[in-house]
């Protein structure tokens, strides 16, 4: 990049008068920042960029996005924007002092980013400096700054407004208080007892009162108290406090909030939650290694397991030294805080060619037509995101430390290692209550809310998404009558149960359990722990049985009777995403994970639960709908009809109900959609929560034809359905066309909400696509035969045969998925490699027994 300085001849800078006078043209598109106004100066809003990148990084005066060098021209012919802001940070060795060695270290008033400082270098010897400049473009003049006395006031201002901006992704939610926390100022003198105390595992009780909940333990004498109402709102009786006010031990820490990242810590004295830089030394007087913990409800058991067994240990194959692994594909993503289900999910998706075409292979495309704000646009985030991880830019090897000192004195930048996927979680969880949280998720429904997304936002005629998507087919029998129905529906998971009655070690399971009970009892330490060996085959054979319909209703007896349901394959997937269920519910509705081992297969084939459709002498039930009751209120009478027996899917109505939704909400959700699942329902309720009559019964409107349907025509997808009546004609109230109305929703499974998105997506259906994109489609489809046609009759369905490789898999470790960690295993280049956040290395023993999520790629026939 060429660049004009500002000087009139010779070494004579520019006066404050021509200063202000060049910039006059550009004074109506330079902005001060608001309040709500994000300003991106960390990150650039098509890569990684940052002002740690070596051509640093450049904020729009107007917009406030940032732009990496090689994405500024794009933006300034795009906007016309002149007037940007550079910044620039730089690593310089530090000036020798008259003893020979480095000045004393000091704080540097140079630094003003709000960016992280790396520690792989010697602070002695190094020192960063920050530099900012206003460049105006096209002829990429600089100013430097600060230049108070030569600017004008609105440029002074918005300079310094910008500069001292907020990050934008500060969470201002009432939760987000933890980065805010101070320090306590009695952590780095905290005394602390030496009269033996240990604190057990679990079984906890306050010393002064039979509460086993809200306990806290105080840091320097080891007392198990119950608290009050004070730091997160939980009841108690207020013997921590009191306990404070008799001894004066200001600092006590949540039992139960324990992990490797930290704990929750309130001083009594600073009257506040803070931050406590030595817990892992405070909790380690009283004999707890945080290390090891794991945040549960009623206790610290993570830690119980030894090291040798632990899912901890084996899946992040701890204890081997593995080989860090560098270039195109093998980037690492930072943990943001819990965030490790989005990496171990987002490497395992841009491992497949389908996703890299369609996003990375396409990204010029993308960039040149993203919107004016490229931060609230799926594609141009996806996009960065896979070129990000693929292009190797960000993951280049480090430099051996015999050339550090003579490339510092160049200046030259130490080498990117891994992304920040700041931007991208940011937009990605926009409006999502728990993804857009710091908590811990699970990977799967994470998975199937990125899948979602993929589809509403098309790249070209075909979704990416299509590789996963496949047919499932249902069939309900009546076991008094014998007859039967089949129904289909549209999956991307093959979800495989955990055969827990097929272990091959049952009579070690039950002599470690006794051991286990024994040790909790006797408050000693738990035996070694054994894990269950479970047969994939045996998990495949419980997933082809038949199961019991809850409330089955037959049409042939006109009343409730037992029924069964088998599902198989309508379709083969491209790709097959198998979750293994191992997370349930306690009998005291706790969530808990099964820690099982199963011998998953690497080669896979699943021919035999092909679907085989209407067997001969086999009867259909008759079509005939439900009975119809009458809600007796007499409000509802009006036209309205309550369906009492329903075909709902109750596990998707139980995932929303945990979430904290009213039960008659989460059952019209999941019917609205079709039972697509609790994601698509999900989405139903955001949209309608504030409906007054968001947590009513069902109740389904009587529009002529939709009544003798029954219900399963009314958000069901099939094949040959024709859309919902109901819904058509709520579409064409809108002022659209009944022809409109029916392609959108045959388009988007006949879900009404994405069919009003698909319409303002489409404003001309009848148009034809892009050529360019349709070639990129037809390479897509390349062996394999496409069951539904481009269009609106039918969901866009690949099949193939039913034979698979495995090609990744991604392992949870704790005891749910509301805690613990996540990383991916992924075959690359003949090798298995894991990732693990930052880490990306060559893995030695890749733990394919104990994953929750294995991703299989079609064998070619």
């Not at 006010?245 to 930290?262: F, H, S």
């Amino acid at each position: 990049m060429q660049r004009a300085a500002l000087f009139r001849g010779g070494d004579a800078p520019m006066a404050a008068g021509d200063l202000g006078e060049l910039l006059v043209p550009y004074m109506p598109t330079i902005r001060v920042p608001k309040s709500g106004d994000r300003v991106f100066k960390t990150e650039c809003a098509f890569s990684y960029d940052s002002p740690d990148s070596e051509g640093g990084l450049y904020v729009c005066m107007n917009t406030f996005l940032g732009f990496g060098r090689e994405h500024i021209e794009r933006h300034y012919r795009k906007t016309g924007q002149c007037v940007y802001l550079h910044l620039k940070r730089h690593l310089r060795q530090k000036v020798p002092g008259a003893s020979g060695g480095a000045l004393p270290k000091r704080r540097n008033a140079k630094l003003f980013l709000d960016l992280e400082i790396s520690s792989d270098l010697n602070s002695d010897d190094f020192e960063y400096e920050d530099e900012a400049k206003l460049v105006i473009f096209p002829d990429h003049y600089e100013i430097s700054l600060p230049n108070i006395e030569e600017l004008p006031a609105l440029v002074t201002i918005a300079c310094d407004a910008l500069l001292s901006a907020k990050s934008p992704y500060r969470k201002q939610e009432p939760d987000s208080w933890e980065e805010e926390l101070q320090a306590s100022k009695h952590a780095k003198t905290l005394v602390q007892l030496d009269n033996g105390v240990r604190i057990p595992p679990s079984g906890w009780k306050c010393s002064r009162c039979d509460l086993r909940e809200n306990l806290w333990l105080n840091l320097s004498d080891g007392s198990v108290l119950c608290g009050k109402w004070f730091f997160d709102g939980s009841g108690g009786n207020g013997h921590a406090v009191e306990h404070y006010r008799d001894t004066g031990y200001p600092l006590a820490v949540k039992l139960g909030t324990i992990t490797p990242d930290g704990a929750d810590v309130y001083s009594f004295d600073e009257e506040e939650p803070v931050l406590d830089p030595h817990i892992a030394k405070h909790l380690a007087h009283f004999g707890i290694d945080m290390l090891q913990m794991q945040v549960t409800d009623n206790g610290l058991r993570d830690n119980d397991i030894k090291p040798r067994v632990s899912e901890w240990e084996v899946i992040q194959e701890a204890g081997v030294k593995l080989k860090p692994m560098y270039g195109p594909g093998y980037t690492g993503m930072k943990n943001l805080g819990n965030s490790c289900y989005l990496n171990a999910v987002m490497q395992a998706i841009f491992s497949i060619p389908e996703f890299q075409r369609a996003y990375v292979g396409n990204l010029p495309r993308i960039f040149d037509y993203s919107p004016l704000d490229p931060t609230q646009d799926f594609n141009t985030q996806m996009a960065k995101l896979g070129h990000g991880l693929l292009s190797g830019q960000y993951s280049k090897p480090p430099m051996k430390s015999e050339l550090i000192e003579q490339v510092m004195k160049e200046e030259h930048k130490p080498q990117h290692n891994g992304i920040s996927p700041q931007m991208f979680k940011a937009f990605i969880s926009k409006g999502h209550p728990e993804f857009s949280s710091n908590r811990q998720q699970d990977a799967q429904e994470f998975f199937l809310h990125l899948i979602n997304l993929v589809e509403r936002n098309p790249v070209g005629s075909e979704n990416p998404s299509d590789v996963f998507r496949f047919l499932v087919e249902e069939r309900t029998q009546c076991c008094q009558s014998r007859k039967v129905r089949y129904t289909h529906r549209v999956d991307y998971i093959m979800q495989l149960p955990v055969a827990m009655e097929a272990a091959t070690n049952k009579d070690e399971l039950i002599a470690y359990e006794l051991k286990r009970r024994e040790a909790e009892a006797a408050r000693r330490p738990l035996p070694e722990l054994v894990r269950a060996k479970i047969p994939f085959s045996a998990c495949l054979q419980a997933f082809s049985e038949p199961s019991n319909v809850e409330d089955f209703w037959s049409s042939a007896l006109q009343a409730k009777s037992a029924g069964v349901k088998t599902s198989r394959f309508a379709s083969f997937p491209e790709y097959l995403v198998v979750q293994i269920k191992k997370f349930t519910f306690g009998l005291d509705w706790i969530p808990k994970k099964l820690d099982v081992s199963i011998d998953m297969p690497d080669f896979l084939d699943i021919t035999h639960l092909r679907a085989r459709g209407l067997q001969p002498g086999e009867e259909e039930l008759p079509d005939i709908a439900p009975p119809i009751v009458i809600p007796d209120d007499p409000k509802d009478h009006m036209m309205n009809h309550f369906v009492e027996s329903l075909d709902i899917d109750e596990s998707s109505v139980m995932q929303l109900a945990e979430m904290g939704f009213p039960l008659e909400a989460c059952r019209k959700a999941v019917y609205y959609t079709g039972n697509l699942g609790a994601e698509v329902a999900f989405n139903w309720i955001i949209a309608h929560m504030e409906e007054p009559d968001f947590a009513e019964p069902l109740v389904i409107p009587a529009f002529g034809e939709v009544a003798s349907s029954g219900a399963a025509a009314l958000g069901a997808v099939g094949l040959d359905n024709q859309p919902p009546e109901e819904m058509v004609a709520i579409i064409i109230s809108m002022g659209f066309q009944r022809n409109v109305a029916i392609q959108a929703l045959k388009a988007t499974n006949n879900n009404l909400e994405r069919a009003l998105e698909w319409i303002f997506s489409h404003p001309d259906p009848e148009e034809e696509s892009d050529p360019a994109l349709d070639t990129m489609d037809m390479e897509n489809n390349a062996n394999a035969n496409i069951l539904a046609e481009t269009g609106s009759e039918g969901p866009r369905i690949k099949d193939g045969p039913g034979r698979y490789e495995l090609f990744g898999f991604i392992s949870h470790m704790g005891t749910s998925t509301m805690s613990g960690h996540y990383v991916c295993h992924l075959r690359k280049e003949g090798r298995w490699v894991i990732y693990n956040d930052l880490r990306v290395c060559a893995s030695e023993r890749p733990p394919k027994d104990l994953g929750y999520i294995y991703f299989y790629h079609r064998i070619p026939s």
